[in-house]
């Protein structure tokens, strides 16, 4: 869960989590229904699949064994990367072997001055080595978590705290800071530093690249420099809430189930279509695949009441939301097999994306006599809409103090 994500979204849902399966056996019998239920709404949906997909070979094909050191972990259960395997091996096994999150990462860069682009594969490999040089034999999971909250919490993206840093004295990107303020007004902008490898040659592959030497406006956070990244690409889909006023038991909504394999993987959404980004409503379109679902239905009633636009990791899509109310049809009771009618609180429930919810807030907006708190439902924020933070929340009240867990 801790993939991408920070540990002030993760506490509710791993509680939930943990006490709904608190075994690997208990995970390994659930449905992926209920695991998508469960995981809706923290993003990045393939993780809680391959993490029943782990439980179930733990259980079903290692004897309920769980591999106890970083290079097993990674070669024997899905979806386990050379940061998670660490992670684990180290806390929950003691074994001496590093993490590189990114936090470790803009740690280690800001301490040995890497300016080179970090994602690169010379660069990441030389923060593994020395991430594995400096872990501790002793307590590798604590000093593994405590460089990964020094990150988190002090030595954060914008404005560090270096001067509540434990490791300031150690760190080169400070250390050049505190040498330069005297003389910054005496020395050209962008000069060479004496001390860095081969400033003249532009041979070192881990110093700043002399296209974009040291901005003494930045300070520490000249380091790590970020890669240059493509922008999400931009889709467009048109969605309709189609819904039975007159419905045993109340209103129904129909949702469809996405394919089990690509983006959003086995979620629930209202029935959707592509289309192309053009400025015509895709009626026709989103008819004809709503007609597949339900059966024939009345055009005229196809009302737009809006857009809503997500990003997801890789991808920016717009979708043109649109409602379709089934007034004098007999109500429907059954859907044909990757279908189901739902009501409003069933919706609250069901294992749906954040943009389905978005989509739903938009069609509650258009209904008469629809309280309007659902907003606040728990969610995740995505990220466009994430407020600026100078780092991680301190949790101090999570973890028990050992003496207290003892008891």
Known sequence: MLQQTQVATVINYYTRWMQKWPTLQDLASASLEEVNQLWAGLGYY????????????????????????????????????????????????????????????????????????????????????????????????????????????????????????????LCRAHQRVTREQPS???????????????????????????????????????????????????????????????APGGTRLLLV???????????????????????????????????????????TRLQHLGEVVHTFSHIKLTYQVFSLTLEEQNPVTTAPPGARWLTREEFQSAAVSTAMKKVFRVYEAHQPGIFRGSRNSQVSAPSSCKKPSRGQQVLDNYFQPLNSAAQ
């Open 46 to 169: 393939s993780r809680g699949r391959r993490l029943q997909e782990g439980a179930q070979k733990v259980v079903g094909e290692l004897e309920g064994h769980m591999p106890r050191t970083a290079e097993a972990l990674q070669k024997l259960l899905p979806g386990v990367g050379r940061y998670t395997a660490g992670a684990i091996a180290s806390i929950a096994f003691d074994q001496a072997t590093a993490v590189v999150d990114g936090n470790v990462m803009r740690v280690l860069c800001r301490v040995r001055a890497i300016g080179a682009d970090p994602s690169s594969n010379f660069v990441s490999q030389q923060l593994w080595s020395l991430a594995q040089q400096l872990v501790d034999p002793a307590r590798p999971g604590d000093f593994n978590q405590a460089a990964m909250e020094l990150g988190a919490t002090v030595c954060t993206p914008q404005r560090p705290l270096c001067s509540s840093c434990p490791v300031h004295s």
């Open 184 to 246: 910054a007004s005496q020395s050209p902008p962008g000069g060479p530093d004496v001390e860095e490898c081969a400033p003249n040659t532009g041979q070192c592959r881990l110093c700043l690249p002399h296209t974009e030497p040291w901005n003494c406006t930045l300070g520490v956070t000249n380091f790590p420099r970020k890669p240059s990244r493509r922008p999400p690409r931009e889709e467009h889909s048109a969605t309709c809430v189609l819904e039975q006023p007159r």
């Open 257 to 299: 189930q996405r394919p089990h394999s690509g983006l959003l993987a086995g979620l629930w959404e209202f029935p959707s279509v592509t289309v192309a980004p053009s400025g015509q409503h895709p009626s026709k379109a989103l008819l004809q695949e709503l007609q597949t679902w339900a059966g024939p239905l009345p055009a």
